[in-house]
């Protein structure tokens, strides 16, 4: 009698088990073809060497030979303050600075480290780099004149 009590018990069980199958959803990943990348708007940044910017830079004059001390100033500057944004041969944030002063006058570039906010607002090589760099701003570095003017010469060794 156990024997066919137990006998039972399974065949219910094994019935029970094999009933109705219910579907499960199974994961998948419906895969796409990439999207299309949007054409970057490549902005065109005018060279314009008679711009002398705006601000309190009106005439400055290189002498032929770089200025050794002053340059070494300079470089100290340019690596507290710029490498954190300028590379000298490549993009970073801002533009490279090597050649800098075959786009750009000497006033503009000092006019442009000593205020760049009102560059920006005023200036339209200044805006245009700004777009161009994916509108980055140029912080202001709080630099005297003294300080701009050593880092504008160091720029003349890279």
């Not at 300028?86 to 000092?110: C, F, N, Q, T």
Request: with cysteine; proline share 4%.
């Amino acid at each position: 009698m156990k024997k066919l009590i137990m006998l039972a018990a399974m065949a219910v069980a094994i019935a029970s088990c094999g009933g109705k199958e219910e579907k499960k959803e199974k994961f998948e990943i419906k895969r796409t073809t990439a999207p299309t990348q949007e054409k970057k708007e490549t902005v065109e940044v005018p060279v314009d060497m008679n711009n002398k910017g705006v601000g309190p830079i009106t005439s400055l004059k290189f002498d032929s030979e770089v200025d050794e001390t002053l340059a070494k100033e300079g470089e100290t500057l340019y690596n507290q303050k710029c490498t954190i944004c300028h590379m000298a041969d490549k993009k970073l944030i801002g533009p490279a600075l090597k050649g800098i002063y075959d786009r750009r006058s000497p006033e503009w570039v000092m006019n442009m480290m000593l205020d760049p906010m009102k560059m920006l607002k005023e200036d339209t090589i200044a805006k245009a780099l700004q777009k161009a760099n994916n509108n980055a701003i140029m912080t202001d570095q709080g630099l005297s004149e003294e300080q701009a003017r050593a880092l504008a010469e160091y720029l003349r060794t890279l």
